[in-house]
């Protein structure tokens, strides 16, 4: 899946709703409709990527960066625990808090530190973006062009 907004860079993706029979007949060649959590704007990602591939990724949102968790502390599926009895590695999505097992190495350690670093760099650059796409305008130049 594209991992970053095209237009503010957020991470914060998730899979919207079908709209019609277009864009699922879209998900069969694995293009599927995403929103971004910071500017609500609708596109289409496709999730057919190498990363995604080789590493494993959270089954809710498609993201790669993963903690782990202890058994003792959840109630277990019971798929869950025959794929956790076959070998395969507890993982969790701090993002969308979803907790699964993999048989995949995992691509990328979740770190509290990096999510709060993106997420200052996300948003000092909306705070660019939107002070250089307005432009100040003296109402005394209206005025002045007006008049003439």
């Known amino acids: 899946m594209a991992s970053r907004c095209p237009d503010c860079g957020s991470r914060e993706l998730r899979f919207s709703h079908r709209r019609n029979v277009g864009e699922t007949l879209r998900g069969l060649f694995g293009y599927y409709p995403v929103r971004c959590g910071g500017c609500r704007r609708r596109f289409e990602a496709n999730v057919w990527s190498s990363k995604l591939l080789r590493y494993a990724h959270c089954p809710r949102c498609l993201r790669t960066d993963?903690?782990?968790w202890n058994l003792e502390h959840y109630i277990v599926p019971f798929w869950t625990k025959f794929k956790l009895s076959l070998g395969a590695q507890p993982y969790r999505c701090e993002t969308c808090r979803c907790n699964f097992a993999s048989f995949l190495p995992r691509g990328e350690r979740f770190s509290w530190r990096k999510h709060k670093e993106r997420s200052a760099a996300i948003a000092a650059a909306e705070r660019g973006r939107k002070t250089t796409s307005?432009?100040?305008?003296?109402p005394a130049e209206n005025?002045?062009?007006?008049?003439q």
């Open 134 to 138: 307005s432009p100040s305008i003296d």
């Open 66 to 68: 993963l903690s782990r």
């Open 143 to 147: 005025v002045e062009t007006v008049q």
